[in-house]
């Protein structure tokens, strides 16, 4: 699931739940109800709430033995710097059921996860770094890479891109998702192309100004 970014001036707990349940296919998430049971009559609450959200999520996790929940954008999480109530629902729903939570986004994970001491003891940080060119090694795995989306190719024309994969990952950051977001551009004004002709047009028109790669390279 995608954290929720949608303009409240603060956490959409109902929205971010929302999500995982949709994504999960469970049924009937708008008809979620809270209900208490008095005098052998169940009674459900007129309106979805959080809490029978959250009951449902813990009560999917569980009965389908869900082993990971991937959250990515998570920085959306942590934007309205009430990090110590975020993370202790971040660290309840992890303690629910036996789903590991992964959590994808900035740097500004790594601050929260190493000043939080519950976090810091019970999680893990992976760190995936930009690919190089002064390492041979990364230089060679690029390459793979680049090959690997060439051989995907949706048209019948499939552009040599390994001929130039320093070039590609000088524009692309040293970065695969920048890569395939470059090269899924690339396709997609190919395939609009008469009889899907490549042309190097294609490919420059996908590339960012050296003003912008400039700005991200800055801030990465």
């Known amino acids: 699931v995608k954290a929720p970014a949608n303009g409240e001036k603060s956490l959409s707990w109902t929205s971010f739940y929302n999500r995982i349940l949709n994504a999960a296919n469970e049924p009937a998430v708008d008809a979620k109800r809270e209900f208490e049971i008095n005098g052998g009559i169940m009674k459900f609450s007129s309106k979805t709430t959080v809490h029978a959200l959250r009951d449902a999520i813990e009560s999917m996790l569980t009965a389908r033995k ?127 192309a008469k009889d899907e002709k490549f042309s190097m047009k294609h490919l420059s028109k996908s590339v960012k100004s050296k003003k912008l790669l400039a700005t991200i390279e800055r801030e990465t």
């Open 66 to 192: 869900v082993k990971v929940v991937i959250v990515d954008e998570a920085f959306h999480l942590l934007r309205f710097k009430n990090y110590t109530a975020v993370m202790d629902t971040i660290k309840s729903l992890a303690d629910c059921s036996i789903a590991k939570l992964i959590l994808i986004g900035d740097y500004s994970l790594v601050d929260v996860a190493s000043e939080y001491g519950q976090v810091a003891r019970r999680s893990e940080i992976l760190h995936y770094k930009r690919y190089h060119h002064s390492k041979p090694r990364h230089r060679k795995e690029f390459e793979r890479i680049i090959q690997r989306l060439q051989n995907n190719w949706p048209c019948a024309e499939a552009p040599n891109f390994t001929a130039i994969s320093e070039e590609l990952m000088d524009v692309s950051l040293g970065s695969v998702g920048f890569l395939k977001s470059l090269l899924t551009k690339t396709a997609l004004l190919q395939m609009k």
